[in-house]
């Protein structure tokens, strides 16, 4: 029989077909934007499917759940996003998703507060999918504002690689509500000026202002992660070479240490 273990993430790719399919049925759907959508649901099952065995678990737990449908709408939102860039796509449909995608990211963690199922591996699966939804939005809204949103997008990735380069950075950080508050204000900014209900001097503000706190937030994490960094123990030094005694020599008497007799020592006098 095959465990949950394996069919729980596949359910997830499931779902993204299928909500691919009801975007191409509906505002229409590019082979482009099949691809992309496709390639998102398979890396998330592949990605979802080693966590669980790296965490032991052998199924999802309730909130899992939620972000994993967070994850299918990110997947039709990425997919519109690629759409756009070669024609024009239903701007409502793609700021619909992304509305509901980040109400549940609200949803999921009450849920699993409230279940008693809070997992490193549930927190980790939302941070990812928050994150790639934020570089999605960005990604599209870039042709309105400009390349240099790009970087709320990439400010996420860019602190997992410089991890591989400094080890003090892959260590664990408290936990932090403002970090919450900040990660949610980049997705609504991005999916109010992706609507394109403001003009774009403001949406170049508010967009500003978000990348403002995002630059607070990490550098407060880097500077936490800097001042508890573990420092190496300092070497220990070499031991000084010790004399062999000359031949006939007698060591010092110390107090309290019983001095062994030679054999060639009898009544304290050489024979």
Request: hydrophobic share 55%; proline share 7%; charged share 15%.
């Amino acid at each position: 029989m095959v465990s949950a273990l394996r069919t729980d993430p596949f359910t997830g790719a499931i779902l993204q077909v299928g909500v691919l399919a009801a975007l191409a049925g509906t505002v229409g759907l590019s082979a482009y934007g099949w691809l992309a959508g496709l390639l998102f649901g398979v890396v998330t099952v592949a990605a979802l499917g080693y966590g669980l065995r790296r965490s032991g678990a052998d199924r999802l737990g309730p909130a899992d759940w939620v972000t994993l449908t967070r994850a299918t709408l990110t997947g039709g939102v990425a997919a519109l996003t690629v759409d756009s860039f070669r024609e024009p796509i239903v701007v409502p449909v793609l700021v619909a998703l992304s509305a509901v995608a980040l109400s549940l990211d609200w949803v999921d963690g009450q849920v699993a507060r409230r279940t008693g199922t809070v997992s490193a591996l549930g927190a980790r699966f939302d941070m990812e999918v928050d994150s790639f939804l934020v570089l999605v939005l960005c990604g599209y809204v870039a042709d309105q504002v400009g390349a240099w949103v790009l970087v709320i997008g990439a400010m996420r990735y860019v602190f997992v690689a410089a991890g591989w380069v400094l080890p003090w950075m892959r260590g664990s950080l408290p936990p932090r509500y403002w970090r919450k508050v900040v990660a949610a204000t980049q997705g609504i900014a991005l999916a109010v000026v992706a609507a394109g209900v403001l003009p774009r001097p403001l949406a170049v503000a508010v967009l500003l202002g978000a990348l403002a706190l995002l630059v607070e937030s990490f550098g407060r994490d880097v500077g936490w992660l800097w001042r508890h960094r573990v420092r190496p123990a300092p070497r220990a030094l070499p031991a000084a070479p010790v004399s062999p005694a000359p031949a006939g020599h007698r060591p010092e008497w110390t107090p309290g240490v019983r001095i062994a007799r030679q054999p060639a020592e009898v009544g304290g006098r050489h024979r």
